[in-house]
């Protein structure tokens, strides 16, 4: 049995309430935008329910496209 054969589980914090979590890949969503600004992954705290929105580098949009996130892409 392969160690990448169950669900991927990112882990992500929240900014407002500091709580750290892991969240399928359903749980989160992915803007490419046509720059480093507008290129972002996003998501619902599970502890105090704020919408999270950060900065996706080149290596983040990897692992989160690779990990099956939903994907959106700009022009």
């Given at each position: 049995m392969s160690?990448?054969?169950?669900?991927?589980a990112f882990k992500a914090s929240?900014?407002?309430c500091r709580a750290r979590f892991e969240l399928a890949a359903?749980?989160?969503?992915?803007?490419?935008?046509?720059s480093r600004r507008a290129t972002f992954y996003?998501?619902?705290?599970?502890e105090c329910g704020a919408s999270?929105?950060?900065?996706?580098?080149?290596r983040i949009v990897e692992?989160?496209?690779g990990g099956g996130v939903s994907t959106l892409r700009s022009i």
């Open positions: 160690p990448t054969s169950g669900p991927v929240c900014p407002d359903g749980a989160l969503r992915l803007a490419i935008g046509g996003s998501f619902t705290c599970p999270v929105r950060k900065p996706a580098g080149e692992l989160l496209t």
